[in-house]
């Protein structure tokens, strides 16, 4: 089969879409499809209408699903993670930010055809760092340490256009009928819903023909 094309609608703030990363790649590893697997990261933000500088996240988090809601969600997805290799650090977390520049950054890193290490920097750092990915400082950090030019990320993260296209793109998402996320889309033909187990990612890329 050639090389596979997966497109995946994610927010860097959504702990199932990093969990849905970490799953993705241990099936692409097990059936050997990770190096020739072309992953695109395209945007849906949880929360359009965060303000820039986001809210503290307890607060969020209360007003959403009430707190004791919050802190079971929180402890069922610890538990999860832990499953998958990834250490949640929800505890530590203070802010709830608005991801808008994040999107930004990895539209930057989409150009440049860097955008995976900057998505797993993202994700990372918000999880397991409870690092304020809102900040432009912290952005401007994880664009270097993801080998992006700090300026030119910086100067990508206030620029017009691409703050359009992501909105147009989030925009196409909704009109096609995408509500949640992570979603996938394989090779622009068949669509994934969710955060699978490796198990079933292994079979439905089987089942499409998806070897090495």
Known sequence: MPALAIAVFSDVICPWCYLGKRRLESALDRLGL???????????ELNPAM????MERMAYREAKFGLAKAVQLDAQMTALGEAEGVAFAFGRQTRTPS??????????????????????????AYFEEAR????????????????????????????DLLDRQVAELEAEAGESGISGVPFFIIDGQWAVSGAQPPEQWVEALTGLGATA
């Open 34 to 44: 990770r190096e020739t697997t072309t992953v695109t990261w395209l945007p849906y």
């Open 51 to 54: 303000p820039p500088e986001g």
């Open 99 to 124: 991801t808008r520049r994040a999107h930004k950054l990895i539209a930057h890193a989409t150009r440049l055809g860097n955008a995976d290490p900057v998505v797993e920097a993202l994700f990372h």
């Open 132 to 159: 304020d990915i809102g900040d432009p400082a912290v952005l401007r950090e994880i664009a270097a340490g993801a080998g992006l030019d700090r300026d030119a990320a910086m100067a990508a993260m206030e620029d």
